[in-house]
């Protein structure tokens, strides 16, 4: 069956301008979330939407980092005014919540984001 | 604030060799681990995962430990083959919504 996608695969940016990545999760799944996974780091977690709830916004770098989930589906990560710090690849994620209990995530295969 | 570290950050080995990784957390008020696959310039794929409540998992080739007492989580891999080159991930899930993941485990298996 459809996995999580993502797109774009790959952008380049220059530094200032703002990017919107997009991801699609696995149909049913109502939580989504968003990571980052910067060179020669772990994985950083960004936000989390689940269902109707208002979205987790603590991993959120800074107000320049905003994401939506339009009609508990598609979700897009906004970066306004790019730096160089924000180059990284950005994960979605998409799980099910079963009885109050989350279960595996699924990952997309990310948007490798470069920022000249 | 949850840290997950993982030892060691590379490993190499002889096909045929059974390994094990290792990964540690500072919190153990987890609501389970989950153990994954990195492929080079690929997404995360799911291998395990172990609820608080339990103690290991098994997949195939695979087995995940959890002892949350001392905040240890280990993967064991039987017979590696080269296509279990990759990187692998733990990540613990705490509190409502985080994962915190360690850096990861950089496997070559030498055929």
């Known amino acids: ?116 | 604030k949850q840290e997950v570290t993982q030892i060691p950050a590379a490993l190499s080995v002889p096909e045929g060799e059974n390994l094990v990784l290792n990964c540690s957390f500072t919190d153990s008020a987890i609501y389970n681990l989950q153990w994954f696959r990195q492929d080079p310039g690929k997404g995360l794929t799911s291998l395990l995962l172990i609820q608080s409540s339990q103690r290991e998992q098994t997949s195939g080739r695979l087995n995940a430990s959890l002892d949350k007492s001392s905040g240890r989580s280990t993967l064991y891999i039987a017979a590696s083959q080269p296509g279990d080159s990759a990187t692998y991930l733990c990540a613990a899930k705490t509190g409502a919504n985080n994962l915190f993941f360690g850096t990861g485990t950089r496997l070559t298996v030498i055929p």
Request: glycine share 12%; proline share 4%.
């Open chain 1, 1 to 116: 069956g459809a996995g999580v996608s993502q797109s774009p695969s790959n952008k380049v940016t220059e530094k200032g301008k703002d990017v919107e990545l997009r991801c699609d999760p696995i149909s049913g799944h109502t939580a989504l979330y968003w990571y980052r996974q910067s060179l020669g780091q772990g994985l950083e977690f960004l936000i989390y939407f689940q269902g109707n709830s208002a979205p987790d916004k603590s991993g959120l770098p800074s107000d320049r980092f905003s994401a939506e989930r339009t009609g508990g589906s598609v979700s897009t990560l906004t970066i306004q005014r790019t730096q160089q710090e924000d180059s990284a690849v950005y994960l979605c994620a998409s799980s099910l919540v079963s009885g109050g209990r989350v279960e595996t995530q699924y990952f997309g295969p990310g948007t490798r984001l470069l920022v000249l």
